[in-house]
């Protein structure tokens, strides 16, 4: 089975900080895994995603992302946050191994909210 | 090039009632997948179909029906629907069982 874990409901951060928001995962083959992001009465937008390769994956609107296979983690990065950046950032992960499921397991997401 | 479009953009049923929500794949693509997104929820899983059968299903009751025309478009169907049942309906297609996934603007769905 797979699963992903986003610990924190709400992430606070001042405009032109560094934002984290974090995910953690659960597969038994090597993941696959996604950050997507939604806006309000909107649906998902792709934004950047990991197969292997670079531990540090770049994404759109300036997002990065850190695999890290030891700590089972993928979590979403941004040097300076922007206002317009407030939104739903949802963490994904599909098992690559031999059998499994197409489909991604989905977070349960992460309300991010940048203060001018 | 057109995303993935979904219609109608919001829906206002009663319990008992019937509804059917449809989506029209990103040009090129061949799967389809359908996923329920309650508030305050990440989407789960409803079904995916491919080349007109429904090849994986997620943990959801009978009263959850789907369909894929040959021109790959596909409709989700609800019957006998449940105030539990209101929720925005996300569409994703993708190339093949196994291809990314790209995410209509999805339906809102509000069951009274």
Known sequence: AQSVAQPEDQVNVAEGNPLTVKCTYSVSGNPYLFWYVQYPNRGLQF???Y???DNLVKGSYGFEAEFNKSQTSFHLK???ALVSDSALYFCAVRDMATGGSYI???GRGTSLIVHP | DAGVTQSPTHLIKTRGQQVTLRCSPKSGHDTVSWYQQALGQGP???FQYYEEEERQRGNFPDRFSGHQFPNY???LNVNALLLGDSALYLCASSLALFGEQ???PGTRLTVL
């Open chain 1, 104 to 106: 991604p397991t989905f």
């Open chain 2, 102 to 104: 790209f995410f209509g």
């Open chain 1, 47 to 49: 934004l950047l995603k």
């Open chain 1, 51 to 53: 197969i292997t390769g």
């Open chain 1, 78 to 80: 941004k040097p300076s």
């Open chain 2, 44 to 46: 789960q899983f409803i």
């Open chain 2, 73 to 75: 478009s596909s409709e």
